[in-house]
C-alpha cells in the first residue's frame, strides 16, 4: 500500500511511508501501539494531527472518536514515531458490533485538511472454541482477541500546503 509514490503523494509535503500495529494480535482492550515512518520533503512550521477512529460498520454503535494526537512542527527528513491510541470501549458497543469486523481508521491533517487517510481492517474473535462455536449473547471481551487482518488500505487527498 506504501511501495510506489502515486501522483497525489508527488504533490504531497508528508508521505506516510509505512504504517504497522506493533502489537497485534492483542487483546481488545489494548492500545494500539502504531508504528509511523513518515518522510517529510520539506519542513512543516504547524503540526500534523493523526485523528484516529473506530468503525464498526453498523448503524447500531457508529463512527468512535478515540484519539488527536498533533506532532511537530515537522522538520524535514524521514521520522520514525509510535503513536499510543486507546483502544474503544467496548462495553459501550451495541453487543452485535463487538465480535467480528471492525476498523481503525486513522486521518492525517495539515491545518485541518485530510491528506492522507489510512484504514485498518480489525477482527475481534474468540480465541476458545466454544466461544466462537456459541458465541454468547452479551460478549466476553476477557476471552476476545483483536487481530488487524490485512494490509492497511491507504487514501491520498490532494490539499493546499
Avoid at 511501495?3 to 481488545?28: F, H, I, Q, W, Y
Avoid at 467480528?100 to 476458545?128: H, P, W
Wanted: aromatic share 8%.
Amino acid at each position: 500500500a506504501f511501495a510506489d509514490l502515486t501522483k497525489e503523494e508527488r504533490m504531497s509535503k508528508v508521505v506516510v511511508k509505512s504504517a504497522n500495529v506493533l502489537n497485534n494480535p492483542s487483546t481488545v482492550d489494548a492500545n494500539f501501539q502504531l508504528q509511523l515512518r513518515v518522510e517529510a520533503i520539506e519542513a512543516l512550521p504547524e503540526d500534523v494531527v493523526f485523528r484516529f477512529h473506530y468503525l464498526t460498520g453498523s448503524s447500531k454503535s457508529g463512527d468512535i472518536p478515540l484519539d488527536e494526537i498533533p506532532v511537530g512542527p515537522i522538520q524535514q527528513g524521514v521520522l520514525e514515531f509510535v503513536l499510543d491510541v486507546p483502544a474503544p470501549d467496548l462495553t459501550q458497543l451495541h453487543p452485535d458490533d463487538v465480535v467480528g469486523v471492525s476498523a481503525l481508521l486513522m486521518c492525517c491533517l495539515y491545518r485541518e485538511k485530510e491528506f492522507l487517510r489510512v484504514g485498518f481492517y480489525i477482527e475481534n474473535a474468540y480465541t476458545d472454541e466454544t466461544l466462537a462455536g456459541e458465541p454468547p449473547e452479551v460478549p466476553v471481551l476477557e476471552a476476545l482477541e483483536r487481530t488487524v487482518v490485512d494490509e492497511p488500505r491507504v487514501t491520498h487527498f490532494t490539499i493546499e500546503w
